[in-house]
Structure formats: C-alpha cells, structure tokens
C-alpha cells in the first residue's frame, strides 16, 4: 500500500527532516503540533497542520489517542513518530495500526522485544551476538540486584529496561553504593518512561560507543555501516562521526553483520541502530541496546552512504523491499555532526530557550545543516533544546575536522546561547583530532577547560 499523506508526530529538526523526505516522494503531510509550536518551521513547511493539545509534552506530543484521532481526521494514512516521544512506544505503534493506519516504524511486537533492553539482550544471545557480561534479563529488587552485581563484578551499571537517552543510569562501585542508586535509577526510569524495571550490566572501562545502522523490511536486513558516538556528555552524545576510526576493516565486518543478524531474527522492519560497546585495548565488541527509530545522528550515515534512510523508512513502511542490497551498500570519505543545543556551555549547559535574531549557515561541498530555526523564531522553553545539527563530509577524517572547524567559524545563531563555542573547542583539540575519545573522556575533558566550568557560587548566593 503507497503511502499518500504522512502524519508526522513529532517537532523540531527531525519533523522538518520527516517533511523534506516526505515530500521528495511525492507524499503530502501533516504536522501535529503543541500549542507553543505553532510557529515552527515544520507547521510551515508541512502541507497541512493540526495543534494536538497543550505546551506540556503528556498534553500534546505524547497523547497517543489524539495523536492517531488528528491522523485519521486529517485524512492520513501513515504516522511517522520521528525520535523521542511516542518512538519507541510499543502502545502506540499498536494503537497506529488498529486505526487501520501505517506505522513508519518495526511492528509493535518487534518494539516490544528490542526497547525492552533486557528482552533485546536475551534476543541478541539467541542471535549469537555478544552481550556486555550482566543480569539475567529485570532484577526485582535491590536484593536480587546485589545477587546479580555480585556475579557479574564491580562496577556495575544499573539500567532502564525501557527507554534511553541515557534516563535512569547510575554506575555503582560497591554493595553500598547499588543500594543506595538502584531506587534513584528505578524512580527516574518510572517518571520517564512509565515503566521502573532495571538490569545490570558490567561497567566496560573506557569504552568506545560504536552503533550499527540498519534498513529491514520484515524479512531481510542490510547494514550502512557504524557511527561512532563515544563523546558524551551525562550519557548524551555530543559528536558523532562515521566511519569509526578505531575499527580495522576485520572488527568492522563482524560487528556489522552481527547487527544484520540480530536485525533479521526480530524481522526488524524500517531503520533501527543496534549499539555496542568496543573494548579497544582487547578487540572485543559487546551489543548493548538497539533503538527502533531513526537516531539523531542518521545523517553522517547518509553523508558517507548516499542512502536516504528516512525516504527509506517512509518506502519500507509502505510495502516497497529494501531499496539496495548490501552489496550495493557502499562507503566514501569520513562525515562528522555536531549537536548545536539551545544552552550555555560556561553556565553548566543551563538551558537557553530565547528568540533568534540573526541566522547564518554555511554552505559549500561538504556541508549540511539539519535545522528547526529561523530568524525571528522564538524557541519555547518546554522541550529538547536541539536546535540543529551540522553535519560536515571529507575525504578523510582530517579532512572532516579541518571543514567542521570551519564551518563552525561561519555558523551565526544570534539571540541566545548555543553550543557552538564548546564545538570550536573540540575541532581544535589535538586529543579529538588523533581520535582519541571514549565514552568517559568528554566529562573528564571539560573539567579541565575553565571556559566550560560554571563559576563557584559566591558566598551571597550560597
């Protein structure tokens, strides 16, 4: 069934994003949105636009009965859901297709399977892909998460078994420390995602994030190669590159077809990224979680690919078989995004939400700016602070760095703070430059840049 009219359920930069695929194939949309959006750049680019509730997200964006009650009145017969949100919501995914409309997306019971993060573990043992060493799938309990943390070995990573976005994680060194995190993680994985279940995971020093894009339709499943995704801030990622220079083209091959093989055996259908951690000092790759969505980062895939992996998604979700083989899947050059957040790097990353003034974006080969603003726009205070990515492509990685410090120079986002000067920094830093990041170096970075260190509070204050 071709799809006609695509209802997006989502906002900010991945809704425009959704809208430009959408429209390079011919498909008309229509954007849902809260009352504080309505001036957004997705309502005006869309076809057609419905405001689904109020500012707060429970009131609009993640109100998944008025969601599908919009999609059907507005005469849609598919729902994008984006990232974020109703993404990753097996309900919805559910409720989407029993209004008799398309869900862009895995089934329902695939979402299920993969997003609860201790069910996606036992899926990819059965696969025979390796798994970080941890608890044999939920703990019920801080008792039984002491058994577990005692067999598996300190440190300990205590998880949410729903979700991501790095909600509900604490890192326990010792007995006293996991009975004192486990209800922290166990509250915080409730009120974000409606669901307290943990599990455990051993603590892999030093790691590097290496994920594995994939397409399925149901059936089959090809890779578009790996992301690394290492430098994080809180468990958010920061920078994203692809390829993952620490890789050599051995490892490549075996953890991208381990992700094919997981993928196929849940007859995983759209784009989905299964992620792993890379131990660089043994060789060894451990899965971790997969997300049933697009990510935020598709686009240094799509720079080094030329898939259009959202255009992909949108076919695939409308019956068409995978648009390549995995033969014809093929890699050119080293792409780098950059998150570019509505906050204030010297101020601890204090949120900024404000009225853009003046607005500049580069262009050139190379270069591409995945973005929700425009001058005039005010961003409202009530949700994610992404305003947009810029996305850079070279023929090496040297390359890459040498075209982001530049663009970055020539990127204006007057009005309010960004993230730009923390980028600078990093393009400049001769440690990223030799490739040296992980998962725990970006933390351990910005406490020794005094730019980046929110001042002490001075006695008045205390």
């Not at 060194?173 to 993680?185: F, G, V, Y």
């Amino acid at each position: 069934m071709a799809i006609r009219r695509l209802f997006v359920a989502n906002r900010g930069e991945i809704a425009v994003r959704i809208i430009r695929a959408a429209r390079s194939l011919g498909i008309g949309t229509v954007q849902a949105y809260s009352e504080a959006d309505r001036d957004m750049l997705a309502v005006r680019m869309a076809d057609a636009a419905v405001c689904v509730g109020r500012p707060a997200a429970r009131h609009s964006y993640l109100d998944g009965p008025r969601l599908v009650a919009a999609a059907k009145e507005a005469g849609c017969d598919a729902v994008h859901p984006g990232y974020g949100f109703l993404a990753e919501n097996a309900a919805f995914a559910q409720a989407v297709e029993e209004a008799g409309l398309i869900f862009v997306g895995p089934t329902a019971e695939t979402i299920r399977i993969m997003g609860d993060k201790a069910a996606a573990r036992d899926a990819a043992i059965a696969a025979g892909v390796p798994v970080v060493p941890g608890s044999d799938g939920r703990v019920a309990g801080v008792e039984a998460a002491l058994a577990a943390a005692e067999a598996i070995g300190y440190p300990v990573m205590i998880k949410a078994a729903a979700g991501g976005g790095g909600r509900g994680i604490r890192i326990a060194e010792t007995p006293d420390e996991l009975r004192r995190l486990a209800p922290q993680a166990q509250s915080e994985a409730q009120a974000a995602f409606g669901d307290g279940g943990l599990y455990l995971e051993r603590v892999i020093v030093d790691a590097r994030h290496i994920e594995v894009q994939v397409l399925g339709d149901g059936t089959r499943a090809v890779h578009a190669f790996e992301r690394e995704c290492s430098l994080q801030r809180r468990r958010q990622k920061v920078w994203e590159e692809a390829p993952a220079a620490c890789l050599d083209e051995a490892t490549r091959a075996r953890l991208c077809a381990s992700a094919v093989a997981l993928a196929e055996s849940v007859g995983y259908r759209g784009a989905g990224t299964l992620e792993y951690l890379y131990d660089e000092a043994s060789g060894a790759f451990y899965f971790i979680e997969m997300n049933t969505r697009i990510q935020v980062e598709h686009p240094v895939t799509e720079m080094i690919t030329g898939i259009d992996l959202v255009a992909a998604m949108i076919r695939i979700a409308g019956g068409e078989p995978l648009p390549v083989t995995q033969e014809q899947v093929r890699r050119t050059g080293h792409a780098i995004e950059v998150r570019i957040n509505a906050e204030d790097p010297a101020a601890g990353f204090l949120p900024c939400p404000g009225t853009v003034v003046r607005l500049a974006v580069p262009e050139g080969p190379g270069l591409r700016f995945d973005g929700m603003i425009y001058e005039g726009y005010t961003v409202p205070p009530f949700y994610d602070s992404l305003l947009g990515k810029l996305i850079v492509h070279g023929a090496t990685r040297a390359e890459a760095i040498d075209r982001l410090a530049g663009a970055l120079e020539r990127l204006e986002i007057a009005g309010l703070s960004t993230t730009i000067p923390l980028h600078k920094a990093l393009a400049a830093d001769p440690d990223i430059r030799a490739g040296k990041g992980h998962t725990r170096f970006l933390e351990a970075w910005l406490a020794g840049q005094p730019a980046f260190t929110p001042p002490s509070p001075t006695a008045a204050q205390r």
